[in-house]
Structure formats: structure tokens, C-alpha cells
């Protein structure tokens, strides 16, 4: 009888299967019954996933520009969630804690978390969602627990703490801490989507005087006025340069912040950083730019890129918990998480859409 | 009579005449008769040059590289002298000091001076030799001495005195200061020649564990060693990056200088430098280069220009009086002052001729 | 006649004569006729104020605190007025100029002044109102006018503008710069003076989670709670170290501020700055304290000295005309310059009038 | 019989017993038969020593200077060693392996191991021969023994690999990086001490211009000329502050390093310290020292104190493989393990026996 064998299933599923996004190669994508992750070494927790989100590099990822990315992998490096089982090398998290999940894996004991550059962490860095299985599924597991977990406090705001996975982080270290963002500077943003917004909004932080924010798209524009861009300059028109100079007594800006990837906006970033100035790209670029060197040369010019290391992750809580910043704002939609499919057409037509972050959460209780 | 009239003419000479190495457009240039400098403002010193040198820029001005050098005007910033007369408002000279003659010039009052950023000084910068006249002639007038002149300690080698005019602080400051270069650092540098050495030089006043020189000059190369490299390599088999990454461990270097300014050699840069490295431009770029975004954009990766600002000129005065650095030995080739053509032709073969830095004195007693 | 000699008087004093508060030793002090100062140096200006403040210094020179200051100087080194007339080698100023005037003359020259230590200018520092005539009077002047001076830009709250001088920068960097303040941070000031309460405005740049503001004195513990501090504690029943301790989970803050110069409140920073914080010393000490190394030669624990060296005023003047602080707030009393003894009563027993920092207005327009 | 008696006690002894230093309260401590450690933890390590050294703090603990360590304590937190056994968490190391022991542990995960600030860290920093029982012994249990043991390469002297585990590090975090020593400057350093010779030795990686070493002992004195001094003062006649202004200039030093711990000596470093300079304090305090603030509050003095974190300890290694760092030079005496006690007496009475490291080595071979 058909019922009683749904009912199997779900008994079944109930205990060692779950469904998840699945990534079958460029285009092809379902949310589908997977098995339910097991801890495979004893630095493992096992993460039951209460809500998620997504972020653009996994639109990259369904376009097939990610070679790293195989079919049948899990998506997503974003969310927060339940401990469900935890090795026997956890010792910080328990069964039941409530956590945010960080996009980065650190071992901390390679070459490089000892320089606390966990991005490039020898066992680690970006693996979630692009190496390994992901967070946009019902449960995730997660290598090295103690240290790519985050206690999740309880007066913390839900869609707040998912924006402290990944996209708080890398706007605050690749774009305003690389940015050397100083009390009194100018820094200009190009790129008012979620990263961008969150340089913006973390760049406050550090008091600068001026921060313009440069997009074509104006109803994000309107948002970076509400966040606190103190200028917003539509680029459409091809003359964000000659605006952000004029904004800026023809001096340019102390800090330029590439937040999209594309030698479009890196150029904007090379035409308006002032003599002495920083350029820090966050942008995930897939082509090779053209830096003129023939100027810059002789600029005192600083240019940076970084992957998100997620060592500020503690003091960025900190900061979202006292007040002094606001992420949830970057939530515009909100589905259940069994509407993935659903929230990806919002997110892949975000412009059409009005869409920054969108909100996946599982209808199991928290 | 003529003997009377070159007589005349020897003693107008000796009072307001004087011989210069004058810039008449692309390809020409003489060593011929010129006004002597006067003083123009409060704040000016004439100086007596008793050495001075040629600089690689020099060669680019002569090519007619540089749009801001018009034609008539006297090339040359470096060197050294005597002070012949000083404004009303320097109060740090007079006549008869020995001076070593700075590159740069700074009025210490704009924004960029009071950051120390001398070299983009408003009313300054790299003015001597390129929008005004240069120290490759018997007289050179300085603006803002007090600021733009150091006393010539006693003690100091003559030879050594001139690489502080430019060389060595160019290769401090934007090679090893910008590198960050630390102890235990692997270093490259890309270009042997004067300033690729001088940051040879001055880059184990840091104590760094490798520093690997690429050339494609093995006379210079050979130089490198002796000046302390603990590796070379010829790149002329277009191999250098397999090898850098060889000798370090597949990591490639902390520290990437390029001491050369094109595309090639900016090439080698971004493929040897480690993740979370630090590229370090020294060289003078005439074209843009192409930026790896696609592979650096993750890679933690500062990139840096910068034109000398000579802030450290006092500290390097220093190291060389304690015998910390011995840059007389980048002197190959010595002229007297009234021969500048010929060391013009001996400089502009520098592979050929083995030159480095050529030292042209003048026939008058210090 | 009577009336006739006064009007000469009158007509005497407005070309050469002005009023001025003298020090005329230990407890002595007066209003009185003093000549009107004249250009000495050619890089001086004299400036008319039109309003000046009084320091805590002032009242410590009084008393006959400070050895360096002799009988018959014109005290005072803050304030704002009009330039009357500038030296030769003054070339950012002219007459009719609107300026600040910085409690620290710098000549740029000199190896500090190079290190942008101008608090230790060979030919400057703080002098005004110590070791030459100061602001407290109807024209001052002002040696290296070019580098002592700002310009008072037109949209400047007045009062603010005065607290530009000393204020506002001696809170800043000695206090907020020389404790590090960062995001996240919490952060300790002892003492909520005109200059605590500088450092907790300032410290607020930099978006630290928790400033902890202590004081004997209730009324300013209110206008912390104003001006932003996160709790106050009255240190009058000597538990001060435990309530920090306490409000930190036993771990003490990353930034501990003296901003009295006793030794009580000195031992109150050693008591409770944590493992790996910074002490910032910004209070005038006339006497040794006992530094308990015993406890703290393992705690990795930075503490600073520093006198104000006003380089980051025009940052603050920035930030002051960008909104961002609102110096003015610490001004709480009014007088005309020519009630100066009156206001010296007034800020004398500050505590029992609530007085910060007392404003002297010259009746003269503007 | 008593023959077999003994070979029954040794056989027991091969397996479960050694011989360690025990440390029975102040004034008594014997080389005696003791229980062999085992793995407690699964982090754990036991490391059979192979080499082992004395510090001056073991002088303090037996004279029961050290509350923290009880009686029963094996002392000793330096060494070098054979990996004997691994808990299941070690994943870097293997029985066999050769080892650095350093006399900081660290669990990486906590809040002050996450700032690299190891010598906090929450569940160690230093705890060898001090909380724990410690490398005087035949065998030692390491905790965390991943992230507090370093590879011994095959090719490091092994006396100089014993420097490694605090002396090197120490003088180097202590003295040299707290006191920013840049090349070109004035260094002091008062006491020639292994500690204060290891900040002499290290300080050079910086190049500064002038190491003016101090100490009441002319044995020390003339090894610190053979280790690079330019300069030493005995100061038994007390003018060791007058003469170190004389030989700067009456400026002072830009760095002046404390390397004994006494007041006396600290007095010595705040009256020799620049304006704008760095007295880094590595001596072990045991009483309060006045701290002139009555002289220093303007300054702009930076005085530090910490417990070596040992995070440069990979970079050390490096630096003595290359040769730039000659360490093994400190070693004076050489004894047996057991011969433990004469040791002790030998560098009790370092001065009478010139005694900077003794050397213990195990009789077994490595």
C-alpha cells in the first residue's frame, strides 16, 4: 500500500536520509533526498540546519565557473543551526548548542592558521559547499567544530546571524579592514550588493567621513543611503569617475572597494584612489584586469585581495549583539528552506527582484 | 683678440656662466654653456655640485618618455656638493657645508608633506632635473634646501654619498619598506640593476632567511651575489617561476620585488608571490600590465607602488656611515664631470659595458 | 585733564597696548595693560583672539606647579581668533584669516618634528602660555604660524572650534590612539575631566562595545552617560578595580585611560587593564607611582606616555564639521576675556559649579 | 638477594620509573627515582628528553619565590627530546620524532590563543615544570603536544636547538619585538644575562645602529662585545645612565630592553629611554618599582611587559638553520642528566663560574 510505504520512507528519512540542494553539473540543480551526514573524524560536529541563505558565488557555482565544485555536491557555506552529534575532539560545543556556521574551516594548527590566515588553512579555507558537502540541506557536517563554529547568543536576531557566516566578514576584512578605513577618510564602494553593503555598513565602524557608493542599479543605491552611504553616484552613465573626483576636490578617495569582479569596476577603482590611497578588491573575479601601472606607479598606491579569513567573527557578533551594526537589514525575502528552488529564482534575478540576502528557514522548530 | 675675448668669456663664466648637460628633445642633449642658478626664493640654496650620477630615468627622459621634461632643461637628481649661497629662509645650511643632494623635494607645509609623503609633496616632489633644472651641471639651484639638502657626514665614502641621493632610498622605500620584507622572509627581486641591487642591499638590514635575485644580466647577477643573494637566476629561459617555486617549497616568496617596470617582469611577480605575500613595484612603468585577478583575487595578496619619499634618508646616512651598507659598490665607472657624454654612452650600454652606476666628479676640489 | 589722558591711553593701547591675565608668581595673577606682541621671526604671526578657554595646566601653573613658567607671563594656549599680520616666511596665512590655534608649536624641521613628534619640536613643543606669552589675552603670537595654525572653516561651531586647540587632540592621541582603541573593544577612562570626556567622544570613532567611564564626581559621570559611555562608576567608595572587573567577566578591559594624574587613579588603570591590554597615560603627574610589575611583568601589557602632538587636528576638525563629534557639548560656562579672573573662580572649583571647559569671549566682533 | 633485588628495581624503572629533578619546597630539591608519565589526554605527548637546561626561574621556584608551584613538582620547562607515545588527537607528531620543547603550551582554541597570545592561553602558557611536572626528568608529558613541540631538523646543532625552547624567543618577543627595534636605532640593553645576550643576539636581525649592553659583570660584558655589542658599560660605579646619554648624543636610546628584573635596573632603563622611545621590560619582577611619571607623562614613552608567547619560534629555528643566528655560543657547561644537582650549583653561581646555559644531556643516546 502506497501509504504505508511513504510512511517507511519518511520513518526512514526520519533517522539516517534528509533532502538538500544538489548541484548536478552547470544549470542542473534539485532539492532531493540525500543521505544525512555522519561525522567522519573525531573534529566533526554534525549540524542540523535551521536556516540558511544564499550567496552569489553559488550562482557562480550553478553556472559551472567553479572547477572545485563536482556534480552531486551539497551546496551553500551560509547558515545557522542546532548541534546535533559532535567527535570526540569537540570540546567546546555539545549536543543542542545553538551556533552560527562560518564559511571558512580552520585546523588551526597548518602554516597559515598559525598566521591566522584561515582562508588558506592547509586542511581547511573555503570547503563548505564548494569541497565538501554544504549547508543548504537539512543537516551539514562540519570539520574542526571547535573552530568553525560560533556560539550562537540567544539575544542575537536569527537573520542577523546568518549574515555573520560569511558576508559581514568578508565585507569588513577584504574590503574595510585591507582598506585601512581610518576615522576622517573618504572610501568609496563599488558594488552595493550584499558584500558591498557590508563593507558599508562595517566601514562605519571606523567613523570615516565620506562614504560613497557606487552601483547601477538605484534601488540599491536607495538602500546604501538608508545603511549610510553619506553619497550615492549611479554609474550607469560611465561617469563615476569624474563624479567621485569632483566629490572629493579632484583628489580621489583615500579607500576604493572593488565589491563586484569585474574589470568594469575594477577600473572605476583604479581611476578614483588618491595618491597615498588603498584599493581592496572583495570581488570574485573570473578574469585577469588591466592595471595601469603607466599611472599608478609613482601613486603610493596599496592594492589587496583576500578571501574572508573570519577572524574578526567574534568581535563582528559582538558588535551586531551591542547594536552597533544592523545586518538584518540585507534580509529582503524569506522562504522555507524545502522553497529553495524558489528563493534560487528570486536571488538569480535579484535587480528584477529587489532582492539582497533571502532567507531560507526549516520548518522544524528551533 | 681671441685669446683676450675666451678670457673675458672664462671670467663671465666664472662669475655667472657655468657647464650643464642640457635636454634639446628626444635623442639630443650637450654638455654645453648655461646660466648660472640663482636664487629665486626665500627658501632656495645654490649648490655647488662636486659628484653627481646618471639615473635609468635619465635614459627614459632622453627617449623622450617623459612629457613633463621640456626641451632646455638640465637633467639630473642626483649628487652631491658644496653649498655656494642659501635664501633667507634656510636655517639648517651655509655656504660651504657638504651636502648630499635629495631627489625629492618637500615644502614639509601641504597635506602630502605632513604625512610624510614628500614625494607628492604640492609644491615639490621629483621636480629636480624634470620640471626643473637638474644637478648634472657645475651649479644646481634647490628649493626648499632645509628640507631637500643632507649634511655629508665627514666620515662618508664619496661614491656612497651619491647612492643616497635616489638609489637607495628608492630601493628601501618602495622595495623593502613596502615589501614589508621581515627576519625570516624569502625575498625575490626581479632586475639587478642599480635600484634592484640597492633593495638587495638595503633589504638585509631585515634579516630575511632567502633572498633570490632574477636577471637575465649574469654579470649583474654574479654582482648579487657577492652583494648577498642567496640564490640567482637567469630568467632568460623563461623559467624563473617554475624555479622560485621550486626553491621555496611550491609556496613561492613572502616578498616580490620588481625592480625593472614592464610587463615581464611584473609577470614573474605576481606568479612567484606567496598567498598572503606582499608585491612590492619599484620599477618605472611605460604600459599597463595585465593583473591576475581570476587567480589572486583569494589569495591575500598587497600589491604596492610608491615613488621614494626619502624619509629615510637619515637612517640610511646612518647604516652606511656604520658600515651596515657599502653601496660604493654599485660604482662601476668613473668620469670627470665635463665627460658626461661619454659616460652618457657607457651607461646607455650598461650590459655591454658592465656598468651599474657611473660617478661623475667635478674637477674642482671638494 | 583727566579725561585727556586716558583718551590717550585708550588711543595708546589700541595701537600697542592690550589686556592680558599675567602670572605674576605662585597665587598671583592679574587683567592688567600688557604691550601688544610684536613679529619677531619671520615665520611668526599675531593673531587677535576672539575667544580662549582655560586648561587645567593653567591651574596647576598657579599654584607654581610648573618650574618652567616665569613671573610676568601671559598665560593660555587655546583658542581661536583673526590673524593681524604674519612674517615674510609665512605663506599659508594672511591677514583677515579665521584660525585655530594648536597648544603645540612645530617648526617641521627638526628630527622630531620629521618623526611628527611636534610635542617635541627642538624649537617648539608646548611653549604657549610657558615658555612665551599665550593665548589669554587680546593678540598672541604665534612663532611657525604655518604649522600651528588652522583655518577655522566658516560652517565651525565657535565653541567647538576652541576645543580644537588642546582638548580634543590630547584626549585622542594620547588617550583613543595610544590605547588602540578598536572595534569591540572595551575600553576604561579615569577620570571625566574636560580631557576624559575628550577620550570618551573620540573613543567612539572607533566604535569600541563598552566604554567604562569613572569619576568621583556624579555630575560628570551624567554627561558621560551623555556623551556616550556604556556604565559609569563613582570611584568614591573604593571599588572602582572589582565593578570593572566585574562588568568584564573578571578579564579586565583592553583599554584602560588615566586621564587625571594621580597615583590613586593610576593604580586604579594598573588594577584593571587584562592580559595583553594598553594603558594610556594622558593626566600631568607631579609625583612617581609604584608600577606593580610584580603582577604584570607577565601580562603583556602596553602602557604609553605621550604629550599631544596635534597631528591629527585636522582629522578632528573634520570629523567635528562632519557631525560626528560634538565637542561643544563641553562647554558650560560663559564669560567676556575681560572677566578672565572671574572665570578663573568659576573653573577653579569646577566641581561645585559643574564647570568643563569655560568659554572666554573677546567683546570685539569677529 | 640484593642483586636481584636491584635488577628487579631497574627493570620496573626501565618500564614505569625514571629519574627526575623534584623540587620539595624552598631550599630543597634532589635528582631522584619517580613515576614515568603517561599520555593523560588525548592532546597529549610523552617526549623522552634528551637534552634538557636550567633557568634563572628555576632559581626563583627553589628558592619558593613561586607560589604556583607546589611541592613534588619536577622542574624545568626547556629541552629537546625523542617522541616516546601520541594521544589520538596528535595528528603532527609520531613516536621518533626529534623535538623542540617549548615552555609554552598552548590549547589554540581559546580567546587569547586565537590572538596568538599563547603565553595566556586558558588551559596552559606556561605551566611546564611550574603547574605540571616539567623536562629535568628522563621523560616528560607535553599537553597540546601538536601546537608546543617543533620538529628538531636534522641538520640544527642540538645545543643551540635547546635555546629554542624559551631563552631565544624570549629575549627576541620580549626585548626586541615589544621594543619595535628598527634598523638604524639605539638599542640598551641592561643585563647579559642568557636572556638579555638572547635579546642582543636577535636584535640584530633588525640592524640597528648601536647595542650599548649593561651589566655589573665584566665576564658578561666581554661575551656580549663577542656577540655584537658596540658598546658595554659595567655599571657597579652607577653612572650607567650618564654614560649611556653621553654616548647618544644626551638624546637616550631609542630602545632600552630590562633583562634582570630588579629596581635598580629598571630605574637604569627609564632614565636612558628617548623621547618617543620603547623600554621593553623582560625580567621576572618581584617587588613594585617606582615609575617616574612625574618626568615621563610627556614623553611619549611605550613601556611593555609579556610572557613570551613563542609564536616566532618557527621563524628562530629558521634563522639559526641559516646561520644568522648563533645561539649555541650561550652554553658554557656541559653535565650529564644526572649530575642534575652539580648544575644546579654551577649556574647558581653563574658569576663565580662564568656560567651563562648549562648543558644536561641524557646518557642514553638520541
Chains 1, 2, 3, 4 share one sequence.
Not at 169 to 197: H, R, W, Y
Not at 264 to 270: E, G, P, S, V
Request: glycine share 10%; aromatic share 6%; hydrophobic share 40%.
Amino acid at each position: 500500500m502506497k501509504t504505508a510505504q511513504s510512511d517507511v520512507a519518511a520513518m526512514e528519512k526520519s533517522v539516517t536520509g534528509m533532502d538538500a540542494l544538489v548541484y548536478h553539473g552547470p544549470g542542473k540543480y534539485a532539492w532531493e533526498a540525500h543521505s544525512r551526514p555522519k561525522l567522519q573524524d573525531p573534529a566533526d560536529a554534525i549540524v542540523r540546519v535551521t536556516a540558511t541563505t544564499i550567496c552569489g558565488t553559488d550562482l557562480h557555482i550553478l553556472k559551472g565557473d567553479l572547477a572545485t565544485v563536482s556534480e552531486g555536491r551539497i551546496l551553500g557555506h551560509e547558515g545557522i543551526g542546532v548541534v546535533e552529534s559532535v567527535g570526540t575532539e569537540v570540546s567546546l560545543f555539545s549536543k543542542g548548542d545553538k551556533v552560527i556556521i562560518s564559511c571558512v574551516t580552520a585546523c588551526l594548527k597548518c602554516d597559515f592558521c598559525r598566521k591566522r590566515m584561515y582562508s588558506h588553512c592547509r586542511k581547511g579555507g573555503w570547503i563548505l559547499g564548494n569541497t565538501i558537502d554544504g549547508t543548504q540541506a537539512e543537516y551539514v557536517r562540519i570539520p574542526y567544530a571547535d573552530t568553525s563554529l560560533y556560539f550562537l547568543p540567544a539575544d542575537l536576531d536569527e537573520e542577523a546571524s546568518i549574515m555573520l557566516s560569511d558576508i559581514l566578514p568578508t565585507g569588513f576584512e577584504c574590503g574595510v579592514l585591507n582598506g585601512q578605513v581610518k576615522p576622517g577618510d573618504s572610501v568609496a564602494i563599488v558594488g552595493a550588493g550584499p558584500v558591498g553593503l557590508s563593507a558599508l555598513m562595517t566601514a562605519q565602524l571606523y567613523s570615516p567621513a565620506k562614504i560613497i557608493m557606487i552601483d547601477l542599479d538605484d534601488g540599491r543605491l536607495q538602500v546604501a543611503q538608508s545603511l549610510g552611504a553619506t553619497a550615492v553616484i549611479d554609474s550607469s552613465d560611465g561617469n563615476a569617475i569624474e563624479r567621485v573626483l569632483k566629490l572629493t576636490g579632484g583628489n580621489g578617495v583615500d579607500v576604493a572597494i572593488e565589491a563586484v569582479g569585474m574589470p568594469a569596476t575594477f577600473d572605476i577603482c583604479q581611476g578614483i584612489v588618491a595618491a597615498g590611497g588603498r584599493l581592496a578588491n572583495v570581488g570574485v573575479h573570473g578574469k585577469p584586469v588591466l592595471l595601469h601601472l603607466e599611472r599608478l606607479w609613482d601613486r603610493n598606491l596599496t592594492l589587496t585581495t583576500r578571501l574572508v579569513d573570519t577572524v574578526t567573527t567574534p568581535m563582528l557578533i559582538a558588535a551586531v549583539q551591542s547594536g552597533k551594526l544592523k545586518p538584518a537589514k540585507l534580509a529582503t525575502h524569506r522562504f522555507d528552506l524545502d522553497e529553495v528552488m524558489k528563493a534560487y529564482d528570486t536571488f538569480g534575478n535579484a535587480a528584477r527582484n529587489g532582492a539582497l540576502k533571502v532567507i531560507l528557514r526549516s520548518r522544524a522548530t528551533f
